[in-house]
């Protein structure tokens, strides 16, 4: 069977007819199920995306910025001063020394990747997959413009920059920075490896050697099954249409998959079709290894 494009950016295997989900096999009578994932099928905001690119880009950033900035312009208009003595004296100096805040930091960091699984599983692909499903319906952005789904990390941006700016104010403890920083080291994180190592949006330098990495390929592989069409839904199959919320569905993390995603591993963990939760996704960081992640002769029953 060819490989759709899906199947190649993320290195997955084609696999056969027969191994197809039964569910994708009887789509209700109306619906399109989805063929090739990377399919150009919904699409943006009609108007925000027949702007040219730039204006798309600027109209963006300036939303964002505007976003993040309200709460400073707010503080400042209602109590200015407030920040008579601005940035505050030695909170660089003691953010920087403190190990305390490094603790607090790298614990926040490590943190909102459970935070992030719950959010994509219950509410990406919940109440608001009708702001994500232009993602599903363009992994590789073959539509140069941005999608509803680029708006998502505001969610996160503006409280925090509300937050940095009552640390700065003097109204919220230190120690509220740290827990800011530590969801911006993720959200970094996040960045470069959802939008560049999985999808390949920015073309950088040297993204290729780190998909090389023997993790990177299982974080990649997982991903590319979150998005493969036969484990999107074992009961409604995948359709590109922001009123169908698809059920189901596999590897909701982002920067940690279990072993059983491993390429040795990942087709017998989608015939299994076992429901996907918090704790049987990070269970294995713990020492609790669902049957694919440390017995393949279990793992292959479902062969």
Not at 1 to 18: D, I, N, V, W, Y
Not at 104 to 113: A, G, P, T, Y
Not at 211 to 237: E, F, W
Not at 259 to 279: I, N, Y
């Amino acid at each position: 069977a060819k490989a759709s494009l899906c199947e190649q950016q993320f290195g997955l295997t084609p696999s056969p007819p027969s191994t197809q989900s039964p569910a994708m096999a009887v789509a209700p009578t109306g619906f399109r199920p989805a063929g090739n994932c990377c399919d150009k099928g919904s699409a943006s905001t009609s108007w925000f995306k027949d702007l040219p690119l730039r204006v798309q880009g600027a109209l963006a950033g300036s939303i964002c910025f505007w976003l993040c900035g309200l709460p400073w312009i707010a503080t400042a208009a209602v109590a200015p001063e407030l920040f008579a003595n601005f940035p505050p004296p030695g909170l660089v100096g003691e953010l920087w020394s403190s190990p305390r805040h490094w603790c607090l930091m790298i614990f926040v960091s490590v943190l909102f990747e459970p935070i992030t699984w719950l959010i994509h599983k219950h509410a990406m692909h919940g109440f608001l997959w009708w702001v994500h499903e232009d993602h599903h319906a363009d992994t590789t952005y073959m539509r140069h413009e941005l999608y509803k789904n680029d708006f998502f990390p505001l969610v996160f941006a503006v409280p925090s920059s509300a937050a940095a700016c009552w640390v700065c104010a003097g109204l919220l403890p230190r120690d509220v920075a740290s827990v800011v920083l530590g969801a911006l080291l993720y959200g970094l994180a996040y960045l470069y490896i959802h939008e560049e190592i999985f999808h390949r949006r920015f073309g950088l330098p040297f993204s290729s050697a780190v998909r090389a990495h023997p993790y990177m390929k299982r974080l990649a592989t997982a991903h590319g099954v979150h998005h493969s069409r036969k484990d999107q839904a074992r009961d409604l199959p995948l359709v590109h249409n922001p009123d169908i919320v698809p059920q189901g569905g596999l590897a909701f993390g982002f920067l940690y998959a279990p072993p059983r995603f491993e390429a040795a591993r990942v087709r017998a963990t989608q015939k299994r079709g076992e429901k996907e939760t918090l704790w049987s996704y990070y269970g294995p960081l713990f020492g609790c290894y669902g049957p694919c992640d440390c017995d393949m002769a279990a793992c292959g029953k479902a062969e």
